[in-house]
């Protein structure tokens, strides 16, 4: 049994302007030791989907409406917050994006980590301020012993983000959530911690979700790659898959706006942009959300009336589309719907 | 941190002078003759007789000078319409009592409004959140006088329970302080909800939840303790206020303590009295002020280091 | 982790020190609630205000000479005629021209350390009060006594001119006092507790605070038991005083509680036995109905004077007194059953009868028509009036009532209410230029009608309408110095009055009411507990019933 299933998981916000269809049919797998790259623009529902794993999303006005997330065959969705809170942390662990704020700024760097050992793994105040050690060490901070007494102050952002990494991984979790770890840093820093991760991935045999925009990010860290749109999944295979055969039209336009340094002429040409943009998640039309910027949809009037289903293309390879890449008989694009 | 403490300590020295030179101008201006308190007359060799006997005669500036003097010397001085009494005596029996009375204020607001304030944030927008800003409001648009006129009414007359007026025993010391705190324990509640809804919107909040702590432990030590510094900081000067500002809650429950006294002094031109009294009251807000900067620093120590 | 409980810890345990601690409780003990049985004579009297002073010198408010005259022994006492009766003086006899009395004090006067009361005992107190150093408020009271005006305001020399003071002791129980002139009230004067002897050792050795309840000596039917400053002064019965045994209660507690709303309340939960004055004008009706309501008569008078410089034909200024209604304010403004004022000299001074005017200028209810009569004779007509009066509760609603009164004159008024010590600096005398109306009230100090009349004297310090007659100052000056018998007296009171408000009278003053005095007195000491004119209550015959 896969370590994460996450099933038709649909998450509504209710507020006074209306329903909020956050994530609405979101649906993968995840193995032990594996790394899952969730890729999309902003707003398209992949930070929603992590919260929703973890439960933290805000329970006014947001809820699970649909859907199951089962880890280790135990359906989260299910749980009471008590219940919740002695998974979190312990045997999920996430780290989020801005490593300037996600630390308590009047709290020590060592207090910050030792709440977390003495509250899933019951240590002793000394026992937990020997391991923090190990941990600030393990992610390679320079005088680690010294530098627990710190408040956060103290460190740069990419010391920090050390920190929030050392503090996920300090009860050993099977899986890690990553939400855009590394956007908030500089180019140089980025990678390091990317390598970081990797590094303790493999050293924790822990799962790992790297939720990003940045598709260079993927092609270097994910197993798999999942393709979120508009709250729904719309492409999910392996990283290999995906970048030599996207099916989608959409991850189609996401790999042909990449910029391709190596071709000739890449000064003088222009960054391919997808024209367009997302539908409104109030209310959603029933049809494929892509359907207004894709360049396919006008050739057949199902996509303005059906909403696709996710269906497996070929092996490991699922897409939501009416016309994925195989099944159009080269037909040329019409920029615009 | 002691040299910060010093440093504030030095430069009320230059506020006291000021706060001086401010009254003695304020009260020059208003004139008045502090030894003609009924509509008799006081015949002019009296007159006399009693301007020399307080200094009155003298320049305005030896007048001053004197007054500085006093201060300086911690002598301020007899009162001029209390006739025998020294405002030293004034103060040192009557000003206790002021001190509790806004001490005990400042409790009920704080044990009252925070947990008030905390409490809607955490349930907002329930029926707990709206009823107590509801609460709140009405505790913040009530005048202090109609609340203590009618809690006098009710738990007094009516139910018997409290006696209405005095200061003598713990019974005395219930109704008065919520009278004076009920305003500031208002305020305190709204700024504790919305500090408390801003720190719970904080990403390190989620973080604490993702880390699986337990929510408990998640609002004491995260939320409730960096929500506080902005009460901190708006309790200091009501610190001050509460206890010069209590003029009409010690009027209306008779209780003996200089905030009374104060504003009579001025409408009877007791200068002696009012001098004293102001530099007294400006003493007690500079104080408060610095424990409560005292307070921030240990609070926040980002500000700690910043002092140092 | 634990640290960090610490500092709120910290606060709150200071906050509750500051409680607990500081600022002393004090036992608000047994005798509180007053006699419920006769057989417990306590009572709680509220006063109102602190006393500024208990020095009879300095004490200028009747908080103060109410507990000054149940603590002390004055030479003289007021009956219920308001006739002077030996107290500590025994007897005393008059001199032929009327200028020196000589009182014989009692043999059993004493202080409460044991020390007797001497004839020294009083030469020494009034001469302290007249001396310049104590700066006391009262020393005109005793101008009328030789030598007591130069001394008081003596620049040097001083010493030399305290000996020339018309008061000596003759021997250990015989007083001696010269006046300036014949004065016929002066024995009404020695009832006023400016006249109390003090006790010489005490005041010389605590200076300034040898009132304090633990350093003061008194003589009277009471001792100062206890005086928590601003809170409480207590008095308990001195049992060694000369006639212990005609006094019935055991002690009286005082309060201070100076809210008028607030004394009403703790009145009505039973806290205290009596109030004395003080009950807030807006809760009068309801309070009159109450069996607790208590009224007297008071020496008093409210009244609107005029800055004549401004105001210069009389024939305006008595258009503008008929105009008044006076039976309308007293009750629907002043609801005190206040006397409406027919003259200025209030009734029950003595020779009332005589000296009362009756005067056409001030009818009860206010004659409009006769008064627009008047304001056609006037020439030059002032239409545009400033009222001015000071910022206490009820004035309001008296100018406007007036002012709505002397509309119907086509008089434009203008009211102005001012701070109190603004006040008095406003109407002086002499009265700033602004003021064309002003109120002000008298209460006498003696019960004689000089004391009312001789403040429209030219020169008064008491007289702020700008009027000056030289006959009336003459008249005034014959009765201070005349020797004159009692009618002769009482017919040149009448004459003042009639050139104040006869037919011919200036008016330059409006009379509108006699005050009263309105008390809430529990019913089982109403029958003893008793204001006299002065608004004093003499403690030593009050009684708690069954």
């Given at each position: 049994m896969a370590l994460l299933e996450v099933k038709n998981l649909h998450t509504h916000f209710f507020t006074r302007e209306g329903v909020v269809r956050a994530v609405d049919g979101v649906d993968f797998e995840l193995e032990r030791g594996r790394t899952l790259g969730i890729v999309g623009e902003s707003g398209c529902g992949k930070s929603v989907t992590a919260l929703s794993i973890m439960g933290l999303i805000p329970k006014p006005p947001a809820k699970i409406v649909e859907g199951q997330v089962l880890f280790e065959g135990r359906d989260l969705t299910e749980l009471d917050e008590g219940e919740l809170e002695d998974v979190r942390g312990r045997h999920i662990a996430m780290i989020f994006?801005?490593?300037?704020?996600?630390?308590?700024?009047?709290?020590?760097?060592?207090?910050?980590?030792?709440?977390?050992?003495?509250?899933?793994?019951?240590?002793?105040?000394?026992?937990?301020?020997?391991?923090?050690?190990?941990?600030?060490?393990?992610?390679?901070?320079?005088?680690?012993?010294?530098?627990?007494?710190?408040?956060?102050?103290?460190?740069?952002?990419?010391?920090?983000?050390?920190?929030?990494?050392?503090?996920?991984?300090?009860?050993?979790?099977?899986?890690?959530?990553?939400?855009?770890?590394?956007?908030?840093?500089?180019?140089?820093?980025?990678a390091r911690i990317l390598d970081l991760l990797e590094e303790l991935r493999k050293a924790h045999d822990m799962a790992m979700i790297l939720i990003t925009h940045d598709m260079g990010v993927v092609a270097e860290a994910a197993d798999e790659v999942a393709v979120m749109y508009a709250g729904q999944l719309v492409e999910r295979a392996g990283v290999q898959d995906l970048f030599d055969r996207p099916e989608h039209p959409y991850t189609e336009a996401l790999l042909g706006a990449l910029p391709?340094?190596?071709?000739?002429?890449?000064?003088?040409?222009?960054?391919?942009?997808?024209?367009?943009?997302?539908?409104?998640?109030?209310?959603?039309?029933?049809?494929?959300?892509?359907?207004?910027?894709?360049?396919?949809?006008?050739?057949?009037?199902?996509?303005?009336?059906?909403?696709?289903?996710?269906?497996?293309?070929?092996?490991?390879?699922?897409?939501?589309?009416?016309?994925?890449?195989?099944?159009r008989a080269g037909v040329p694009a019409e920029v615009g719907a | 941190?002691?040299?910060?403490?010093?440093?504030?300590?030095?430069?009320?020295?230059?506020?006291?002078?000021?706060?001086?030179?401010?009254?003695?101008?304020?009260?020059?201006?208003?004139?008045?003759?502090?030894?003609?308190?009924?509509?008799?007359?006081?015949?002019?060799?009296?007159?006399?007789?009693?301007?020399?006997?307080?200094?009155?005669?003298?320049?305005?500036?030896?007048?001053?000078?004197?007054?500085?003097?006093?201060?300086?010397?911690?002598?301020?001085?007899?009162?001029?319409?209390?006739?025998?009494?020294?405002?030293?005596?004034i103060v040192k029996e009557q000003f206790p009592r002021s001190i509790q009375l806004g001490g005990l204020a400042m409790l009920f607001a704080l044990v009252v409004g925070v947990p008030l304030g905390a409490v809607a944030a955490l349930k907002q927008n329930s029926t707990a959140d709206y009823s107590a800003m509801v609460v709140s409001n009405v505790g913040f648009a009530v005048p202090s006088f109609l609340v203590a006129t009618l809690l006098i009414y009710f738990v007094s007359l009516k139910w018997g329970l409290l006696p209405t007026s005095g200061w003598a025993t713990w019974r005395h010391k219930i109704l008065p302080p919520i009278a004076l705190g009920l305003g500031p324990m208002a305020y305190f509640a709204r700024l504790a909800r919305g500090s408390m809804l801003e720190t719970l919107q904080q990403d390190y909040v989620r973080t604490a939840r993702a880390k699986g702590l337990r929510w408990r432990r998640v609002v004491v030590v995260h939320v409730l303790r960096n929500s506080l510094i902005p009460v901190v900081t708006a309790a200091g000067p009501f610190l001050g206020f509460l206890i010069t500002g209590s003029f009409i809650i010690e009027t209306i429950f008779a209780i003996p303590g200089i905030g009374r006294y104060y504003v009579v002094s001025v409408q009877a031109r007791d200068l002696s009295v009012t001098m004293g009294l102001t530099v007294i009251l400006a003493l007690i807000i500079v104080v408060a002020n610095l424990i409560v900067d005292i307070l921030y620093g240990l609070l926040d120590p980002r500000t700690r280091e910043a002092r140092a | 982790?634990?640290?960090?409980?610490?500092?709120?810890?910290?606060?709150?345990?200071?906050?509750?020190?500051?409680?607990?601690?500081?600022?002393?409780?004090?036992?608000?003990?047994?005798?509180?609630?007053?006699?419920?049985?006769?057989?417990?004579?306590?009572?709680?009297?509220?006063?109102?205000?602190?006393?500024?002073?208990?020095?009879?010198?300095?004490?200028?408010?009747?908080?103060?000479?109410?507990?000054?005259?149940?603590?002390?022994?004055?030479?003289?006492?007021?009956?219920?005629?308001?006739?002077?009766?030996?107290?500590?003086?025994?007897?005393?006899?008059?001199?032929?021209?009327?200028?020196?009395?000589?009182?014989?004090?009692?043999?059993?006067?004493?202080?409460?350390?044991?020390?007797?009361?001497?004839?020294?005992?009083?030469?020494?107190?009034?001469?302290?009060?007249?001396?310049?150093?104590?700066?006391?408020?009262?020393?005109?009271?005793?101008?009328?006594?030789?030598?007591?005006?130069?001394?008081?305001?003596?620049?040097?020399?001083?010493?030399?001119?305290?000996?020339?003071?018309?008061?000596?002791?003759?021997?250990?129980?015989?007083?001696?006092?010269?006046?300036?002139?014949?004065?016929?009230?002066?024995?009404?004067?020695?009832?006023?507790?400016?006249?109390?002897?003090?006790?010489?050792?005490?005041?010389?050795?605590?200076?300034?605070?040898?009132?304090?309840?633990?350093?003061?000596v008194t003589n009277g039917p009471f001792r100062l038991a206890r005086w928590e400053h601003d809170s409480r002064i207590d008095l308990v019965k001195w049992e060694e005083w000369r006639d212990a045994d005609s006094v019935t209660l055991t002690r009286v507690n005082g309060r201070m509680i100076s809210d008028g709303t607030t004394a009403v309340q703790a009145f009505e939960a039973g806290e205290i036995d009596a109030q004395v004055g003080g009950l807030p004008p807006q809760e009068m009706q309801r309070l009159k109905t109450l069996p607790e309501y208590q009224q007297y008569p008071a020496l008093g008078t409210y009244y609107y004077g005029f800055n004549v410089e401004n105001i210069t034909d009389p024939n305006q200024r008595r258009a503008m007194a008929v105009a008044i209604n006076r039976r309308a304010i007293i009750d629907n403004v002043a609801q005190a059953d206040q006397l409406p004022a027919t003259g200025y000299t209030p009734e029950g001074t003595p020779g009332f009868d005589t000296l009362n005017p009756e005067s056409e200028w001030l009818p009860e209810e206010g004659d409009i028509d006769r008064a627009k009569e008047?304001?056609?004779?006037?020439?030059?007509?002032?239409?545009?009036?400033?009222?001015?009066?000071?910022?206490?509760?009820?004035?309001?609603?008296?100018?406007?009532?007036?002012?709505?009164?002397?509309?119907?004159?086509?008089?434009?008024?203008?009211?102005?209410?001012?701070?109190?010590?603004?006040?008095?600096?406003?109407?002086?005398?002499?009265?700033?230029?602004?003021?064309?109306?002003?109120?002000?009230?008298?209460i006498g100090d003696f019960v004689d009608a000089i004391n009312f009349l001789e403040m429209w004297t030219c020169r008064s310090g008491n007289n702020s309408t700008n009027y000056c007659d030289e006959n009336y100052d003459r008249i005034v000056e014959e009765v201070q110095t005349g020797n004159l018998e009692e009618d002769e007296r009482f017919d040149r009171y009448a004459e003042l009055e009639q050139m104040l408000f006869g037919s011919d009278g200036a008016v330059p003053l409006i009379p509108i009411y006699w005050y009263t005095y309105v008390n809430l007195e529990r019913e089982n000491i109403q029958e003893t507990f008793n204001l006299n004119l002065l608004d004093q209550v003499d403690l030593t015959t009050v009684e708690v019933q069954e």
């Open positions: 994006q801005d490593p300037m704020t996600s630390l308590n700024p009047t709290l020590k760097i060592g207090t910050q980590l030792t709440e977390t050992l003495r509250r899933h793994l019951g240590m002793s105040k000394d026992a937990a301020r020997k391991r923090a050690i190990e941990l600030l060490e393990e992610v390679h901070i320079p005088n680690a012993a010294a530098r627990l007494d710190d408040y956060p102050h103290r460190y740069s952002g990419g010391m920090r983000q050390r920190v929030m990494i050392a503090g996920a991984i300090a009860c050993n979790p099977k899986l890690l959530i990553a939400d855009e770890p590394s956007t908030a840093l500089d180019v140089t820093v980025q391709h340094v190596d071709e000739e002429h890449v000064r003088e040409s222009r960054l391919t942009t997808i024209p367009g943009r997302p539908p409104n998640l109030v209310d959603p039309p029933e049809a494929c959300r892509f359907g207004p910027r894709c360049p396919y949809a006008s050739l057949n009037d199902s996509c303005t009336q059906v909403e696709p289903q996710l269906r497996e293309l070929r092996k490991g390879h699922w897409v939501r589309s009416a016309h994925p890449a195989s099944e | 941190m002691t040299k910060f403490v010093v440093r504030r300590l030095v430069w009320t020295i230059p506020v006291v002078l000021l706060v001086i030179l401010l009254t003695f101008t304020m009260m020059k201006q208003i004139g008045g003759n502090p030894f003609r308190q009924t509509e008799r007359a006081v015949p002019a060799s009296i007159q006399r007789n009693l301007e020399r006997k307080f200094g009155l005669d003298k320049p305005w500036y030896v007048q001053y000078a004197q007054y500085v003097r006093n201060v300086f010397t911690f002598d301020l001085g007899p009162s001029m319409v209390l006739r025998g009494r020294s405002v030293n005596a | 982790m634990r640290k960090r409980w610490l500092w709120p810890a910290a606060l709150v345990a200071s906050l509750l020190l500051a409680v607990a601690g500081c600022g002393g409780d004090d036992e608000d003990g047994a005798g509180d609630t007053g006699g419920e049985t006769a057989a417990e004579q306590v009572i709680t009297v509220n006063w109102g205000t602190e006393p500024p002073s208990l020095d009879p010198g300095l004490a200028s408010d009747t908080t103060s000479a109410n507990i000054l005259l149940n603590i002390m022994d004055p030479l003289v006492k007021l009956d219920d005629d308001l006739e002077p009766v030996p107290t500590a003086a025994e007897s005393w006899e008059v001199s032929d021209d009327g200028t020196t009395y000589t009182f014989t004090l009692r043999d059993d006067l004493a202080w409460t350390n044991g020390d007797p009361v001497t004839a020294e005992d009083f030469a020494y107190s009034w001469k302290r009060t007249i001396s310049p150093e104590l700066g006391a408020d009262y020393a005109y009271q005793f101008f009328g006594i030789q030598g007591a005006s130069d001394y008081n305001g003596c620049e040097e020399n001083c010493d030399a001119m305290a000996d020339e003071v018309g008061v000596r002791a003759v021997d250990e129980r015989t007083l001696e006092v010269t006046l300036t002139s014949p004065q016929p009230w002066f024995l009404q004067q020695l009832a006023h507790h400016s006249f109390l002897a003090v006790h010489r050792p005490t005041v010389e050795q605590f200076g300034d605070t040898w009132t304090e309840a633990s350093n003061i008047l304001m056609d004779q006037v020439q030059n007509p002032k239409t545009n009036i400033n009222l001015f009066h000071n910022d206490a509760p009820g004035h309001r609603e008296i100018a406007v009532a007036v002012q709505d009164m002397w509309k119907e004159l086509g008089l434009n008024v203008t009211i102005r209410a001012q701070e109190w010590a603004q006040y008095l600096e406003f109407i002086g005398p002499p009265p700033s230029g602004d003021v064309d109306v002003f109120r002000l009230g008298w």
